[in-house]
């Protein structure tokens, strides 16, 4: 813009710097013409006044010289003298001249014009003498040309100097006029209301400034919006637990969540490039491929150890299909629980059709007469053993169900792990008493915050355990230190390859023994369940035939 205003200015100074040449030349053309018409009348006038007092016409010789020459010419027109021709005779008749004609009228004319006879261009003057003559004077255009000859060097100086003093002024109020502009392009990120008030801004470009500001706002508020459906976008992309994939009908990727970039694996960028540049799987790409061809479909992928429910649907808008989403939902867990499940249905079908069985003989034996009187005192003892023991086991697997889906955090409260495990083993002691196993209660006082029956529960269940595994003579310690429960026993122990099982539903490392202590499976499924609901971890240690510590720790 700056070079723009500066050649303009530039041009507008030469063109006027022309016309004033121009004008000025013209103005000094006039003023000398006036001037020579001026001195060229006088001088007529001089020698007009003196022709009365001369002897003859040729001492009119003496006034002329080579730029004035003079003429003596009669009324009629003849030439009677002339200064530059000593042929009088041969020379045409002069009356039809203007400043003859104007001379004879009044007495006195001047004119100007173009001499075939001197071959340029002349000025005249002539006036009528008291004898009825008329001279006339006449001086050639040359001495003009000599005067602006000598002038025009000077005039070509004063050009060049105007030109110089034109750039210089150009570039000074050029600069000065985009001053103003330049600092609303610099300040543009900061101009504000300031900026229209000041009092070196242009009033022309308070209404630019205004525009400017508002449109700024405007696109500050609208950039604003937009950072923050970005921000919302991101945080739901980063965030989602399932995987998710947009891609357009070419099948390059216009945007993938973060945990699909983990399931697939990415190592890189890959938005904008092709699917299959970010994975080869086949169930991925033909569910996508069939999405594409505006089929919704659902079918399913396993990577590593986990299965992934895949969901492909055509986003269609105005009517067009302009891209697919893929959604890959894990569900490895729901396999899993599905597969708990049916093994829990098959356990607890096994488990109660033992007992049944056996209360069904015994109650055959018994109805057929086929026991005698003390067989049935010993089969009806037998048939209460097997009652109780499926009754503990419907308990245990109410108590189980009621573990899966309550929510207990409404009845959490302050307690002493101390003094609820002191509790919790009371029921214990006569059957620890039994077996001749010592069961004993140490440690220093710890207060958490949790289910003061869940707590009971799972200490009552990790005594009762080691109670029933144990050793004759053996020993079940409960110790209580910073927020964690230990039950120590000295029994027969677990092996290493089962230690991570021993918490599954049903399991038993030993099953025959398992059946005569009376043992459901259940009772460290629960114990989990609780520690789980008290975001509590577990550890066990255990060594074959030397006994097993599993501590129980809260946080």
Same mark, same amino acid.
Request: with cysteine; net charge negative; aromatic share 6%.
């Given at each position: 813009?700056?070079?723009?205003?500066?050649?303009?200015?530039?041009?507008?100074?030469?063109?006027?710097?022309?016309?004033?040449?121009?004008?000025?030349?013209?103005?000094?053309?006039?003023?000398?013409?006036?001037?020579?018409?001026?001195?060229?009348?006088?001088?007529?006038?001089?020698?007009?006044?003196?022709?009365?007092?001369?002897?003859?016409?040729?001492?009119?010789?003496?006034?002329?010289?080579?730029?004035?020459?003079?003429?003596?010419?009669?009324?009629? $027109?003849?030439?009677?003298?002339?200064?530059?021709?000593?042929?009088?005779?041969?020379?045409?008749?002069?009356?039809?001249?203007?400043?003859?004609?104007?001379?004879?009228?009044?007495?006195? $004319?001047?004119?100007?014009?173009?001499?075939?006879?001197?071959?340029?261009?002349?000025?005249?003057?002539?006036?009528?003498?008291?004898? $009825?003559?008329?001279?006339?004077?006449?001086?050639?255009?040359?001495?003009?040309?000599?005067?602006?000859?000598?002038?025009?060097?000077?005039?070509?100086?004063?050009?060049?100097?105007?030109?110089?003093?034109?750039?210089?002024?150009?570039?000074?109020?050029?600069?000065?006029?985009?001053?103003?502009?330049?600092? &609303?392009?610099?300040?543009?990120?900061?101009?504000?209301?300031?900026?229209?008030?000041?009092?070196?801004?242009?009033?022309?470009?308070?209404?630019?400034?205004?525009?400017?500001?508002?449109?700024?706002?405007?696109?500050?508020?609208?950039?604003?919006?937009?950072?923050?459906?970005?921000?919302?976008?991101?945080?739901?992309?980063?965030?989602?637990?399932?995987?998710?994939?947009?891609?357009?009908?070419?099948?390059?990727?216009?945007?993938?969540?973060?945990?699909?970039?983990?399931?697939? =694996?990415?190592?890189?960028?890959?938005?904008?490039?092709?699917?299959?540049?970010?994975?080869?799987?086949?169930?991925?790409?033909?569910?996508?491929?069939?999405?594409?061809?505006?089929?919704?479909?659902?079918?399913?992928?396993?990577?590593?150890?986990?299965?992934?429910?895949?969901?492909?649907?055509?986003?269609?808008?105005?009517?067009?299909?302009?891209?697919?989403?893929?959604?890959?939902?894990?569900?490895?867990?729901?396999? #899993?629980?599905?597969?708990?499940?049916?093994?829990?249905?098959?356990?607890?079908?096994?488990?109660?059709?033992?007992?049944?069985?056996?209360?069904?003989?015994?109650?055959?034996?018994?109805?057929? $007469? &086929?026991?005698?009187?003390?067989?049935?005192?010993?089969?009806?003892?037998?048939?209460?053993?097997?009652?109780?023991?499926?009754?503990?086991?419907?308990?245990?697997?109410?108590?189980?169900?009621?573990?899966?889906?309550?929510?207990?955090?409404?009845?959490?409260?302050?307690?002493?792990?101390?003094?609820?495990?002191?509790?919790?083993?009371?029921?214990?002691?006569?059957?620890?008493?039994?077996?001749?196993?010592?069961?004993?209660?140490?440690?220093?006082?710890?207060?958490?915050?949790?289910? #003061?029956?869940?707590?009971?529960?799972?200490?009552?269940?990790?005594?009762?355990?080691?109670?029933?595994?144990?050793?004759?003579?053996?020993?079940?310690?409960?110790?209580?230190?910073?927020?964690?429960?230990?039950?120590?026993?000295?029994? &027969?122990?677990?092996?290493?390859?089962?230690?991570?099982?021993?918490?599954?539903?049903?399991?038993?490392?030993?099953?025959?023994?398992?059946?005569?202590?009376?043992?459901? =499976?259940?009772?460290?499924?629960?114990?989990?369940?609780?520690?789980?609901?008290?975001?509590?971890?577990?550890?066990?240690?255990?060594?074959?035939?030397?006994?097993?510590?599993?501590?129980?720790?809260?946080?």
């Amino acid at each position: 813009m700056e070079n723009k205003v500066n050649t303009h200015m530039f041009v507008m100074g030469v063109f006027s710097i022309i016309i004033t040449i121009i004008f000025s030349v013209m103005a000094f053309y006039t003023a000398f013409e006036n001037q020579v018409t001026f001195d060229l009348s006088e001088r007529t006038d001089e020698i007009a006044t003196t022709y009365e007092y001369l002897h003859n016409k040729d001492e009119l010789q003496k006034f002329s010289n080579d730029k004035l020459r003079i003429t003596l010419i009669q009324s009629d $027109g003849t030439v009677l003298f002339e200064s530059s021709s000593n042929d009088t005779d041969k020379m045409e008749n002069h009356l039809e001249r203007p400043e003859v004609q104007e001379a004879l009228k009044n007495g006195k $004319g001047t004119s100007n014009r173009y001499s075939e006879t001197m071959n340029t261009d002349v000025f005249y003057c002539a006036k009528k003498l008291a004898d $009825g003559n008329i001279i006339r004077l006449s001086q050639t255009t040359n001495i003009m040309y000599s005067f602006f000859s000598n002038v025009i060097p000077y005039l070509v100086l004063l050009m060049i100097i105007m030109l110089a003093v034109s750039i210089f002024l150009s570039v000074i109020l050029t600069k000065k006029l985009v001053k103003p502009i330049n600092r &609303i392009a610099s300040e543009l990120e900061n101009i504000d209301e300031d900026t229209e008030n000041d009092e070196k801004i242009y009033d022309e470009l308070l209404p630019f400034i205004s525009e400017i500001r508002h449109r700024k706002e405007e696109i500050r508020e609208r950039l604003k919006l937009e950072r923050q459906e970005k921000n919302k976008l991101s945080a739901v992309l980063t965030n989602m637990s399932d995987g998710m994939i947009l891609v357009d009908q070419n099948k390059n990727i216009m945007l993938s969540s973060h945990k699909a970039e983990q399931i697939l =694996g990415f190592d890189d960028d890959y938005t904008g490039k092709n699917i299959i540049y970010a994975s080869r799987r086949k169930e991925l790409t033909d569910s996508i491929n069939e999405a594409i061809n505006g089929k919704a479909n659902s079918s399913e992928m396993k990577i590593n150890d986990k299965i992934y429910q895949i969901r492909s649907n055509p986003i269609i808008i105005s009517g067009v299909q302009s891209a697919t989403m893929c959604l890959m939902i894990d569900v490895t867990e729901k396999y #899993r629980m599905e597969q708990i499940k049916q093994e829990f249905t098959a356990n607890v079908s096994h488990e109660l059709k033992t007992p049944l069985t056996s209360i069904s003989g015994y109650a055959e034996m018994i109805e057929s $007469g &086929i026991a005698q009187n003390d067989d049935v005192k010993n089969f009806a003892g037998k048939i209460r053993l097997e009652s109780e023991r499926m009754i503990t086991l419907v308990k245990d697997i109410i108590r189980l169900s009621e573990l899966d889906e309550s929510d207990v955090r409404a009845e959490f409260e302050e307690i002493s792990l101390l003094g609820t495990a002191q509790e919790a083993v009371k029921p214990l002691y006569d059957s620890a008493e039994k077996k001749n196993i010592s069961l004993t209660v140490s440690g220093t006082d710890s207060r958490i915050t949790a289910n #003061r029956y869940m707590i009971n529960e799972l200490i009552y269940n990790l005594c009762d355990n080691s109670i029933r595994y144990n050793k004759p003579n053996g020993k079940v310690s409960v110790k209580i230190s910073d927020k964690t429960v230990t039950v120590s026993d000295t029994g &027969i122990g677990i092996p290493e390859e089962c230690q991570k099982r021993i918490f599954e539903r049903f399991y038993r490392v030993d099953k025959s023994r398992s059946k005569q202590t009376g043992g459901t =499976g259940l009772g460290l499924a629960i114990v989990k369940h609780i520690a789980i609901q008290h975001n509590a971890e577990i550890k066990v240690e255990s060594e074959l035939d030397k006994g097993t510590s599993i501590s129980v720790i809260f946080k």
